[in-house]
Each structure stands twice: as structure tokens, then as C-alpha cells.
């Protein structure tokens, strides 16, 4: 049952220059969600071309709209949200996703009962080209792959608002477009996470995507994180490198090693024979 006033969950939704057709299967995601217990709170951060019409045509008292006097960027938009929300719960939607209609039932279940999670998320699928992307389920899995990548799909996330205000952790616009992955970055010696192996999200990866438009800002951000994360963390960091290092031979009539290939640390190594460098070759970013 809805509770306006003391509702268990708050779902942030920033939103900017939004297609229609993608904020409207956002919105009705969020509306058709099983689990109703929640306010909807919408922040526009496009002054000069506001959502307002698209948002207003849906007359739920669960939605509430905001809109910045001026264009403020995701992560103080990301924080005004935080500040403006109610709920125990604080459900991440980003503006042109989908949510399946039991990710919050799910997701509340699972909070309820593992208090000591402070963060769940979900498996995901690309709406356009079908690909499941799994993430790791239990916490320490998750901590190690934290070390290079972005272990919980930020808007497939479900975070406990109290481990935010308790240890005063807020969005970092110094790191946008990876203010989640510094968010998560910031918790890993604060709270435990997990997420639910299961496709309760799908996500759109067009050409309009942050990851792409700022793809150069993405690379130095998640650079800048993994340096200070992998230092703050090297137990976790060397058991990163120990799970990812891959060594394979390739040989000349089955028995004389011609080529030697180790993959670790973000670079391919290739020694002729077995032991003359031939290559060194950087890998791209896996943010």
C-alpha cells in the first residue's frame, strides 16, 4: 500500500533533454511497479527545455516534479534528489531505462532482510541488442571487481539512504560521468553489497549515453579511481590480478613454444619463443 507520507522508498530520476518516447517507457516503468510503497521524485536539470508537459500528463500522486533554475550537471542533481527524498530506500532510475516491474519488490525483500547490505543491484539487459550483462552476487566478489570495473549497475540500484547520511558520502561532480562508480568506490570499507542474479533491468546503450559522449572524462575518472581505490585497497587489488592473469602458449608443431601470451594489469605481453618481448600491448578501459 502507497503511503504518501512516509513512503519506504524514493526513486531518483534525473532527467535531461529526454526523448519522449524514452522518458515515457521510464515512467511507466516506475508505475507499473509492483511494489507501490514509493514517491517518484523527477528532477529536471534542462531550464531551457523542459520535460514538464510529458512529466504532468500522469496523474499519480506518487510523482513529484522538480525542476533546476539552471542546468546544475548529474551529481548535484544527484544530490539535490537525495536531499528531497523521504524513503528508507533510495531506488536509482536513470531517465531513458527500463525497470522490470518486480525489481522493487524484489530489491526491498532483499534490504528487509540482509541489513547489513547497503547497496543491491540487478542483472541487466540491453534493450537494443539483447545482451544479458551479469554482475558478481556476493559482496567480496564485488569489492574485488570494484578494483577495476563498475561491479553494480548504478541505475539498476537500490541504495540504504542511511548509509549515505550517516557517513556524510554524496555524488562527486569532480568524477562525473563516473560519479556512480566513485559513489561505490567511497562504500566499499563502509557497507556490503550485492546483487540479485537476476534480469530485473534493461538498459538503453545508444550513442547519446554519457559513456559515450564523454567517453575521454569517463577514461580519466575511472583511471583517477582505480589508482585510489587499488591503493586504499591492495589486498583486494592483488586478488584481482591474481583471478584475471591469463598466460597461453602458442606452439610450433604441437611441442616448440613459439609465442608466449600473458594478459594482466590491463596489457597483453607476447614473447617470441617464450622469452624475447615481441609486444607489449594496452588494453582499452573496462569501465
Not at 553489497?193 to 554519457?210: C, D, T, W
Request: proline fraction near 5%; hydrophobic fraction near 40%; charge should be positive.
Amino acid at each position: 500500500m502507497t503511503n504518501l507520507l512516509n513512503p519506504k522508498v524514493s526513486v531518483l530520476m534525473p532527467v535531461y533533454q529526454t526523448p519522449e518516447t524514452y522518458l515515457r517507457e521510464a515512467i511507466e516503468s516506475i508505475l507499473t511497479q509492483t511494489y507501490t510503497n514509493f514517491e517518484f521524485l523527477i528532477l529536471d536539470d534542462c531550464p531551457a527545455n523542459p520535460v514538464e508537459n510529458i512529466v504532468k500528463s500522469y496523474h499519480d500522486k506518487r510523482i513529484k516534479y522538480f525542476k533546476n533554475k539552471q542546468n546544475l550537471g548529474i551529481s548535484p542533481s544527484r544530490n539535490k534528489l537525495i536531499d528531497l527524498s523521504k524513503g528508507e530506500y533510495l531506488a536509482v532510475m536513470d531517465h531513458d531505462d527500463i525497470s522490470l516491474p518486480t525489481r522493487f519488490e524484489k530489491e526491498v525483500a532483499f534490504l528487509d532482510s540482509h541489513p547489513d547490505v547497503g547497496v543491491v543491484g540487478t542483472w541487466s539487459k540491453e534493450i537494443v541488442k539483447s545482451k544479458i550483462l551479469k554482475k558478481p552476487e556476493a559482496d567480496h566478489k564485488i569489492k574485488v571487481a570494484l578494483m577495476r570495473s563498475c561491479a553494480i549497475l548504478h541505475p539498476s540500484s537500490m541504495i540504504r539512504k542511511s548509509v549515505l547520511i550517516d557517513n556524510n558520502i554524496r555524488y562527486e561532480a569532480e568524477f562525473s560521468p563516473a560519479e556512480d562508480y566513485a559513489l561505490w568506490c567511497r562504500l566499499i570499507g563502509i557497507t556490503k553489497f550485492a546483487n540479485i542474479q537476476e534480469v530485473l533491468f534493461h538498459y538503453r546503450n545508444h550513442k547519446n549515453n554519457s559513456s559515450h559522449t564523454k567517453s575521454s572524462k569517463m577514461d580519466d575518472a575511472s583511471l583517477a579511481l582505480w589508482a585510489s581505490v587499488q591503493a586504499q585497497y591492495p589486498a583486494l587489488y592483488n586478488e584481482l590480478l591474481l583471478s584475471s592473469s591469463q598466460t597461453s602458449t602458442i606452439r610450433l608443431f604441437g611441442f616448440l613454444p613459439l609465442f608466449k601470451i600473458i594478459k594482466q594489469n590491463r596489457r597483453t605481453k607476447i614473447y617470441l619463443f617464450g622469452k624475447i618481448p615481441f609486444l607489449n600491448i594496452k588494453t582499452s578501459l573496462r569501465y
